[in-house]
């Protein structure tokens, strides 16, 4: 299996995708980026997957991966925080797979962010418990334990004065309020204080566009946690959808392998009983 797959991120403004090499972690090509369909649905998004994929030159065989804002399980969407609700139920990798030809594999978009981290980033060669928080129109979150991902943990959603926290530190929120570095940064020490308090992470991975401007808040912050900015910044959706796609293509054809393998046996054992 070549040690290429293509990556896909779906955001309220755009969808991005771009084939990545695995062994580098980096885009084979530059990305494509197509506005999202309004109101995104599941069969307008399907269409513009399907575009993206279409405009470059790749082999039937090479597997999807596509992050989503949304709690994932087994494919489907369980959730639609800051997406068109009715995502909720659809089996994502079953209508992509279906529209584009490609075996697609979906992935909550932290969660894709975070396994990019841990393989080529912020987060390498770490143990123990880390976290990556993802600050951009919601707050993403993806937890590692020695490197396994414990997924969908939504941590943006953790209470925070009584409602969701990423309606209170969100970076759309900062936006939206027009707040200053300070004031901003004043909320996320809030927020990363219980986050700390709950879960005594080893490291914090900050991720996000607005990771790129690290340095106007993350040294506010007083911590007893390192914190530290992500490296891969906007393309880790993509890298990590890729890596993830790789990975479960692999495990699917070490299964169909083993099924083949005991089918052959079973009829050898048939035979040699006949004889
Ligand atoms: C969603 C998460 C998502 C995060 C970042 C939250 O509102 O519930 O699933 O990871 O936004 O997009």
Do not use: C
Not at 57 to 64: E, F, K, S, Y
Not at 148 to 175: C, F, Q, W
Not at 217 to 238: C, H, M, Q, S
């Amino acid at each position: 299996m070549s040690k290429k797959a293509f990556g896909i991120d779906i955001g309220g403004s755009g969808i991005k995708g771009a084939p990545v090499d695995l062994s580098s972690g980096e885009l084979a090509a530059d990305r494509l980026r197509i506005p999202t369909p309004q109101p995104s649905t599941p069969e307008a998004v399907a269409d513009t997957v399907a575009e993206l994929i279409a405009s470059f030159d790749i082999a039937t065989d090479m597997p999807v991966g596509v992050t989503f804002p949304a709690v994932i399980k087994a494919g489907v969407a369980q959730t639609a925080a800051n997406v068109d609700k009715s995502w909720i139920g659809t089996d994502v990798d079953a209508l992509l797979t279906a529209r584009t030809g490609h075996d697609v594999f979906v992935v909550n978009d932290a969660d894709a962010a975070g396994i990019a981290e841990m393989k080529y980033g912020a987060g390498r060669r770490t143990s123990g418990v880390v976290q990556v928080i993802t600050l951009g129109t919601g707050v993403g979150s993806a937890t590692f334990v020695d490197g396994t991902l414990v997924p969908n943990t939504e941590l943006g959603h953790l209470l925070l004065h009584g409602d969701s926290a990423e309606r209170y530190m969100a970076s759309s929120i900062k936006d939206e309020q027009d707040l200053d570095w300070e004031t901003w940064a004043g909320r996320l020490q809030e927020y990363f204080s219980h986050l700390e308090f709950l879960f005594s992470p080893t490291r914090i991975i900050v991720g996000g566009g607005v990771s790129k401007k690290h340095k106007h808040f993350l040294p506010l912050l007083d911590l007893k946690t390192e914190i530290v900015p992500a490296t891969l910044r906007n393309g880790a959706g993509i890298v990590g959808a890729a890596v993830l796609a790789h990975r479960e293509e692999k495990a699917l054809l070490k299964a169909d392998e083993k099924a083949a393998k005991k089918a052959e046996e079973k009829e050898r054992a048939k035979r040699g009983a006949a004889k």
